[in-house]
C-alpha cells in the first residue's frame, strides 16, 4: 500500500457566523431521512449534500452599468455505492418524503449501473478509501466583509469611479469593468457519521483599458492582474491590494503597448511574474496531477495527462528548484475548503519535489483503486445537482526560502523578457505542448527594462519548460493567482481555484511573434 498520510491535514478557518437562514432549512433532517431510506435498501455507503450557492455579478461599460445578476441555487443531492456501482439523484423538495424517495432513485440508478457493468464483463467495483468521521464539523471560510451585505449601489459605485480614471486618462477609448460574487453554504452527511456545515465566500473584480487609434484603426487593451480571491468586499476596499497604484498606471502602460515593436521570434530568458505563471501552472500541472485525468477516466474534457501513474517517483517533471504542493488549506484560496465532497477533511501535500513527480490530487474512488490508503480531499460537485467529481487543489509554485527578488531576477538576464499577466493561452490533449501569452510583455537587456513588446507567446513543452526554471524568486515575490472558471467533466462543470507562485527565471524559452504566426 502507499502511504497513508498523503499530507498535512488543515488548520481549521477561523469561526465566523454561519448564515442563520441557511441554518434554518431542515439539514439533519432531510439528511437523516435519506441516509435511512439507502441503509434500508442495502447501499454500502450513502452521503447526502444540501447546497445554496448565491451567485452575483455585475458589468460596467464606460462607467455606466451594462448588466447584473443574483441567482441562488438551492437543492441537495444523494449518492449511494451499491452492488459495487455509483448511484446519484438530486432533489428540491425539502420534505423528508422527498429526500427518501431521491435516496431510493440514488440506489436505483446504481442497480441498473451494476447491470450495465456486469454486462461489459468489467470486474472493477467502487471502493471508497477509508476517511476518520468527523461529526459536527463546521467551517467558514477567511473574509471580513460578506458582499452580499454590502449595498449593490456601493459596489457598482465603485466600479463606476474606478472606470472613470480609466476613462479622464489620455488615450483611454473605452473601460470595462466587472465583479463576480458567490457565497456557497453546505450541509454533508454520510453513513459513516461525518456531519459538516461549510460557508465560503469569493469574488473577482476586474477592470480593462481600452485604447483606438482612429487614424490607424488599431486598437488594443489591458486589464487590471488583481487576482481572484477567497475574501470579501474588503479586498476592495481596506488596502491590502494597491487598486489606486495599478489603475494609475494602466493607462501609460496601454499608450507605451500601443507604440511598442512587435517581438522578434527567437530564444530568450523569461522573468515570468506570478500574475502570468499561475496559469501555465494551472495547465500544464494542476491539469496534468489530477489522477482521474492521468488514469485516462476523463478524457472527453480537454484530454487525459502526459504524467500517468506510471512515472510516480520517476518523471522529471522540471529542473531540482521545482517543489509544487497541492493544497486545499491556502488561506484565501479559491480552492480552499474544511472538507471536500466526499467529508475528507482538507490536506496539504507534495506534487513535485525536486523536480520530480511525487504525488497526485485524488479522491477517495481513484486514492482506493490505485493503492493509496486515504484521499487528498479533491472531491467536488459545483451544483447540488451535479456528482462530485475530482476538483484541482490549490497547486502552487513553492518560493525559495531565501530566493531573489523579481528585480533581482531582471538583473541577472542579458537579452530577455520579462512577462507580466495573462491573456490567451493553448495547451493539447495531454497536457504537454503549449503556449501562452500574457497582457505586459518587456524586454530586458542587461539587467534592465527596456520598453514594452507586442505580439508576444511563449512556446514549450511541460517537462522542457519547467526544466528551463533557473531560478525560483523569494517569498517576497509570492502571489496567490487563479481563476474562476475551471471547467471539466460531463455534464460540464466550474470550479474556481488559486494557485500561488513566485517570480521564476526561466532560460532559452522559445518566443512566437503571434501576428506573423496568424499569417498577418
Given at each position: 500500500?502507499?502511504?497513508?498520510?498523503?499530507?498535512?491535514?488543515?488548520?481549521?478557518?477561523?469561526?465566523?457566523?454561519?448564515?442563520?437562514?441557511?441554518?434554518?432549512?431542515?439539514?439533519?433532517?432531510?439528511?437523516?431521512?435519506?441516509?435511512?431510506?439507502?441503509?434500508?435498501?442495502?447501499?454500502d455507503?450513502?452521503?447526502?449534500?444540501?447546497?445554496?450557492?448565491r451567485?452575483?455579478?455585475?458589468?460596467?461599460?464606460?462607467?455606466?452599468?451594462?448588466?447584473?445578476?443574483?441567482?441562488?441555487?438551492?437543492?441537495?443531492?444523494?449518492?449511494?455505492?451499491?452492488?459495487g456501482?455509483w448511484?446519484?439523484?438530486?432533489?428540491?423538495?425539502?420534505?423528508?418524503?422527498?429526500?427518501?424517495?431521491?435516496?431510493?432513485?440514488?440506489?436505483?440508478?446504481?442497480?441498473?449501473?451494476?447491470?450495465?457493468?456486469?454486462?461489459?464483463?468489467?470486474?472493477?467495483?467502487?471502493?471508497?478509501?477509508?476517511?476518520?468521521?468527523?461529526?459536527?464539523?463546521?467551517?467558514?471560510?477567511?473574509?471580513?466583509?460578506?458582499?452580499?451585505?454590502v449595498?449593490?449601489?456601493?459596489?457598482?459605485?465603485?466600479?463606476?469611479?474606478?472606470?472613470?480614471?480609466l476613462?479622464?486618462?489620455?488615450?483611454?477609448?473605452?473601460?470595462?469593468?466587472?465583479?463576480?460574487?458567490?457565497?456557497?453554504n453546505?450541509?454533508?452527511?454520510?453513513?459513516?457519521?461525518t456531519?459538516?456545515?461549510?460557508?465560503?465566500?469569493?469574488?473577482?473584480p476586474?477592470?480593462?483599458?481600452?485604447?483606438v487609434?482612429?487614424?490607424?484603426?488599431?486598437?488594443?487593451?489591458?486589464?487590471?492582474?488583481?487576482p481572484?480571491?477567497?475574501?470579501?468586499w474588503?479586498?476592495?476596499?481596506d488596502?491590502?491590494?494597491d487598486?489606486?497604484?495599478?489603475?494609475?498606471?494602466?493607462?501609460?502602460?496601454?499608450?507605451?503597448?500601443m507604440?511598442?515593436?512587435?517581438?522578434?521570434?527567437?530564444?530568450y530568458?523569461?522573468?515570468?511574474?506570478?500574475?502570468n505563471l499561475?496559469?501555465t501552472?494551472?495547465?500544464?500541472?494542476?491539469?496534468?496531477?489530477?489522477?482521474?485525468?492521468?488514469?485516462?477516466?476523463?478524457?472527453?474534457?480537454?484530454?487525459?495527462?502526459?504524467?500517468?501513474?506510471?512515472?510516480?517517483?520517476?518523471?522529471?517533471?522540471?529542473?531540482?528548484?521545482?517543489?509544487?504542493?497541492?493544497?486545499?488549506t491556502?488561506?484565501?484560496?479559491?480552492?480552499?475548503?474544511?472538507?471536500?465532497?466526499?467529508?475528507?477533511?482538507?490536506?496539504?501535500?507534495?506534487?513535485?519535489?525536486d523536480?520530480?513527480?511525487?504525488g497526485?490530487?485524488?479522491d477517495?474512488?481513484?486514492?482506493?483503486?490505485?493503492?493509496?490508503e486515504?484521499s487528498?480531499?479533491?472531491?467536488?460537485?459545483?451544483s447540488?445537482?451535479?456528482?462530485?467529481?475530482?476538483?484541482?487543489?490549490?497547486?502552487?509554485?513553492?518560493?525559495?526560502?531565501?530566493?531573489?527578488?523579481?528585480?533581482?531576477?531582471?538583473?541577472?538576464?542579458?537579452h530577455?523578457?520579462?512577462?507580466?499577466?495573462?491573456?490567451?493561452?493553448?495547451?493539447?490533449?495531454?497536457?504537454?505542448?503549449?503556449q501562452?501569452?500574457?497582457?505586459?510583455?518587456?524586454?530586458?537587456?542587461?539587467?534592465?527594462?527596456?520598453?514594452?513588446?507586442?505580439?508576444?507567446?511563449?512556446?514549450a513543452?511541460?517537462?522542457?519548460?519547467?526544466?528551463?526554471?533557473?531560478?525560483?524568486?523569494?517569498?517576497?515575490?509570492?502571489?496567490?493567482?487563479?481563476?474562476?472558471?475551471?471547467?471539466?467533466?460531463?455534464?460540464?462543470?466550474?470550479?474556481?481555484?488559486?494557485h500561488?507562485?513566485?517570480?521564476?527565471?526561466?532560460?532559452?524559452?522559445?518566443?512566437?511573434?503571434?501576428?506573423?504566426?496568424a499569417?498577418?
Amino acid at each position: 500500500m502507499r502511504g497513508a498520510d498523503p499530507g498535512r491535514d488543515a488548520v481549521p478557518a477561523t469561526p465566523r457566523s454561519l448564515d442563520e437562514s441557511f441554518l434554518a432549512l431542515p439539514l439533519r433532517a432531510l439528511a437523516d431521512a435519506a441516509l435511512a431510506r439507502a441503509r434500508a435498501l442495502g447501499a454500502d455507503h450513502a452521503d447526502f449534500r444540501l447546497e445554496r450557492i448565491r451567485y452575483a455579478s455585475w458589468r460596467l461599460r464606460d462607467a455606466k452599468t451594462a448588466g447584473s445578476s443574483d441567482t441562488t441555487d438551492l437543492g441537495y443531492a444523494v449518492r449511494v455505492v451499491h452492488g459495487g456501482a455509483w448511484g446519484f439523484a438530486s432533489g428540491v423538495d425539502l420534505t423528508m418524503d422527498a429526500a427518501a424517495r431521491v435516496a431510493a432513485q440514488a440506489v436505483a440508478m446504481a442497480k441498473l449501473s451494476a447491470k450495465v457493468i456486469d454486462a461489459a464483463g468489467s470486474e472493477e467495483k467502487v471502493e471508497l478509501a477509508d476517511e476518520p468521521a468527523y461529526p459536527d464539523r463546521t467551517w467558514i471560510s477567511s473574509y471580513e466583509v460578506d458582499p452580499f451585505n454590502v449595498p449593490d449601489a456601493e459596489k457598482t459605485g465603485l466600479l463606476a469611479e474606478w472606470s472613470g480614471r480609466l476613462l479622464a486618462a489620455p488615450g483611454v477609448t473605452h473601460a470595462d469593468a466587472s465583479l463576480l460574487t458567490i457565497r456557497e453554504n453546505k450541509f454533508y452527511a454520510d453513513t459513516a457519521g461525518t456531519t459538516t456545515t461549510q460557508q465560503r465566500v469569493r469574488l473577482h473584480p476586474e477592470l480593462t483599458a481600452v485604447a483606438v487609434d482612429d487614424r490607424s484603426g488599431e486598437f488594443d487593451s489591458m486589464r487590471t492582474i488583481a487576482p481572484p480571491v477567497g475574501r470579501g468586499w474588503e479586498y476592495l476596499t481596506d488596502g491590502r491590494y494597491d487598486w489606486d497604484a495599478e489603475l494609475a498606471e494602466m493607462p501609460a502602460l496601454l499608450a507605451e503597448k500601443m507604440r511598442a515593436p512587435s517581438v522578434r521570434a527567437g530564444r530568450y530568458d523569461l522573468v515570468v511574474d506570478p500574475s502570468n505563471l499561475w496559469l501555465t501552472i494551472h495547465e500544464s500541472i494542476g491539469h496534468a496531477t489530477e489522477l482521474d485525468r492521468a488514469l485516462g477516466y476523463e478524457a472527453a474534457y480537454a484530454g487525459t495527462s502526459f504524467a500517468t501513474f506510471d512515472q510516480l517517483g520517476k518523471l522529471a517533471y522540471g529542473s531540482s528548484l521545482m517543489h509544487v504542493t497541492g493544497d486545499r488549506t491556502a488561506e484565501h484560496g479559491l480552492a480552499t475548503i474544511g472538507y471536500d465532497d466526499e467529508g475528507v477533511a482538507a490536506q496539504s501535500w507534495d506534487l513535485v519535489k525536486d523536480g520530480v513527480l511525487v504525488g497526485y490530487q485524488l479522491d477517495r474512488r481513484i486514492a482506493r483503486l490505485t493503492g493509496f490508503e486515504r484521499s487528498n480531499g479533491c472531491a467536488y460537485a459545483d451544483s447540488p445537482s451535479h456528482v462530485p467529481v475530482q476538483r484541482m487543489a490549490n497547486v502552487s509554485l513553492q518560493p525559495a526560502p531565501e530566493g531573489p527578488s523579481t528585480q533581482e531576477l531582471i538583473a541577472g538576464v542579458e537579452h530577455g523578457i520579462y512577462v507580466v499577466g495573462d491573456r490567451s493561452w493553448s495547451i493539447d490533449m495531454q497536457r504537454y505542448n503549449f503556449q501562452f501569452t500574457g497582457q505586459r510583455f518587456f524586454r530586458i537587456e542587461n539587467g534592465r527594462l527596456a520598453g514594452q513588446l507586442r505580439d508576444v507567446a511563449y512556446q514549450a513543452t511541460t517537462t522542457d519548460f519547467w526544466g528551463s526554471m533557473a531560478a525560483v524568486g523569494g517569498p517576497q515575490t509570492y502571489v496567490l493567482g487563479g481563476a474562476f472558471n475551471c471547467g471539466k467533466a460531463q455534464p460540464g462543470q466550474v470550479a474556481s481555484v488559486s494557485h500561488g507562485c513566485p517570480s521564476a527565471l526561466f532560460t532559452g524559452v522559445n518566443i512566437l511573434n503571434t501576428t506573423q504566426e496568424a499569417g498577418r
